[in-house]
């Protein structure tokens, strides 16, 4: 069972293109949600938080479902430099699990 | 932005060798965090640590790692006998304010480690 499941990727697109990003979480108890940016073999970086009356930030925006355990991502017109990977990322407190649980990401391609 | 700094960025290193991997977090933080990401995978979590000791670990942290804060400033990974399935990306994160889980976290730009 996969803690965090994303879109396996990758997405090509066209520059101005909107794109979306979905993402599922096995653990109920998750507290905190985030996407988060990473470069090709580069660190991790956040994008945004995820909270549950969604929220927006320029061209992106974040909504979170926790009925259905359910985190988006929208991208609106697309940048070249919007190319990278996107983590969908949660949060739990304890456990062997650690606090942060990553997905395995979705690339992302956008093209001029 | 806040930076986190990690030493050597890369390390090649023969099987069953120790390899010590170094971070600098950002200061007045209080927590600190190893990560491993083998290459394709997923980020996972290694261990955290506060107040000078390991407040968690998961299954990946076996007998072969530990970790240290040696100076009060950085803070170590040291694996004791690599194995090939060690070669991974290391990062070091340190979260702005409280546990990790609460707030943006803070990676340092990662060793990569290979084994051969």
């Known amino acids: 069972r996969k803690e965090v499941e994303q879109d396996p990727g990758p997405f090509n697109v066209p520059e101005g293109a909107t794109v979306a990003f979905n993402c599922t979480y096995s653990?109920?108890?998750?507290?905190?949600f985030f996407w988060y940016r990473q470069d090709c073999r580069k660190e991790p970086k956040l994008l945004m938080s995820?909270?549950?009356s969604g929220n927006e930030d320029g061209r992106f925006t974040a909504q979170l479902n926790r009925a259905s355990q359910y985190i988006s991502l929208l991208i609106r017109d697309s940048k070249l430099s919007d190319s990278a990977t996107y983590l969908c990322?949660?949060?739990?407190?304890?456990?062997?699990?650690?606090?942060?649980?990553f997905g395995k990401g979705t690339k992302l391609s956008v093209k001029p | 932005e806040p930076e986190v700094t990690q030493t050597p960025s890369h390390q090649v290193t023969q099987m069953g060798q120790e390899v010590i991997l170094r971070c600098v977090p950002i200061?007045?933080?209080?927590?600190f965090y190893w990560y491993r990401q083998i290459l394709g995978q997923k980020v996972e979590f290694l261990v955290s640590?506060?107040?000078?000791?390991?407040?968690?670990k998961s299954e990946i942290f076996d007998d072969q790692f530990s970790v240290e804060r040696p100076d009060g400033s950085n803070f170590t990974l040291k694996i004791r006998s690599t194995k090939l399935e060690d070669s991974a990306m290391y990062f070091c994160?340190?979260?702005?304010?409280?546990?990790?889980?609460?707030?943006?976290?803070?990676f340092g730009q990662g060793t990569r480690l290979t084994v051969v």
């Open positions: 990322v949660v949060g739990t407190s304890g456990g062997s699990q650690g606090n942060l649980i």
């Open positions: 653990n109920s108890a998750s507290q905190s």
């Open positions: 995820v909270y549950s």
């Open positions: 200061s007045n933080h209080l927590y």
């Open positions: 640590f506060y107040n000078n000791e390991i407040s968690e």
């Open positions: 994160a340190s979260p702005h304010g409280g546990q990790i889980m609460n707030t943006e976290a803070f």
